[in-house]
Each structure stands twice: as structure tokens, then as C-alpha cells.
Nanobody, 115 residues
Framework: QVQLVESGGGLVQPGGSLRLSCAVSRNIFGIYTMGWYRQAPGKQRELVAA???????NYADSVKGRFTISGNNAKNTMYLQMNSLKPEDTAVYYC?????????WGQGTQVTVSS
């Protein structure tokens, strides 16, 4: 069983920055994809950014140039650096690991962008 735990959310003013972390409970060997998703109230969950085991990344158009996804294999941790935050970035952010035929989700962390 694999567990994912997010951290780093909080309240930040528009234009500010936050770094989210997603800790994976064990080493993952082989081909996998990890991603950050978010869900705002009344909206569907959407993909924000993803990174593959080969290091390829992709981003939603709404966050390109502002968010950066990265991973530290030695720490079994994935990050999402969020800069120039906007009120519309307010949501619960979830990390996901897709490995083999299974998907594993974290419990989510709240990000609120407000003055």
C-alpha cells in the first residue's frame, strides 16, 4: 500500500508564493506519473501539473510560468512551487501517484489566496 501526504497549504495574499509538498510512503520503482490536482468549491477537480518518472512535465495553461513541479527521489517527495498566486488559485490541492494500474491520492491541502 502506498500513502501520500500533502503539506504546505495555507493563506497567502495575491502575488505571494507557497510551496506544496507530497511525501510518498515508500520508494517507487519503474514507470510512474505524479501530479498535482486542485478542486475549488462547486468545480470539478482539475490537473494542475504532472511529472513522469523520466522527468517530463506538463502544466495547465492557467498556471504555466507561475507554478513549477519537481521531485526529490531521495526524499520520496514531490513539490509544487506556486508563485504569483491569484485568488482563482484558491482550492484544495491534491497529489496523485499513478503507478501500474492503480492511482493513489493524498488527503488534500487547502490553499487560499486572499487579501
Amino acid at each position: 500500500q502506498v500513502q501520500l501526504v500533502e503539506s504546505g497549504g495555507g493563506l497567502v495574499q495575491p502575488g505571494g508564493s507557497l510551496r506544496l509538498s507530497c511525501a510518498v510512503s515508500r520508494n517507487i520503482f519503474g514507470i510512474y506519473t505524479m501530479g498535482w490536482y486542485r478542486q475549488a468549491p462547486g468545480k470539478q477537480r482539475e490537473l494542475v501539473a504532472a511529472i513522469t518518472s523520466g522527468g517530463s512535465t506538463n502544466y495547465a495553461d492557467s498556471v504555466k510560468g507561475r507554478f513549477t513541479i519537481s521531485g526529490n527521489n531521495a526524499k520520496n517527495t514531490m513539490y509544487l512551487q506556486m508563485n504569483s498566486l491569484k485568488p482563482e488559485d484558491t482550492a484544495v490541492y491534491y497529489c496523485k501517484l499513478a503507478f501500474g494500474l492503480k492511482g493513489y491520492w493524498g488527503q488534500g491541502t487547502q490553499v487560499t489566496v486572499s487579501s
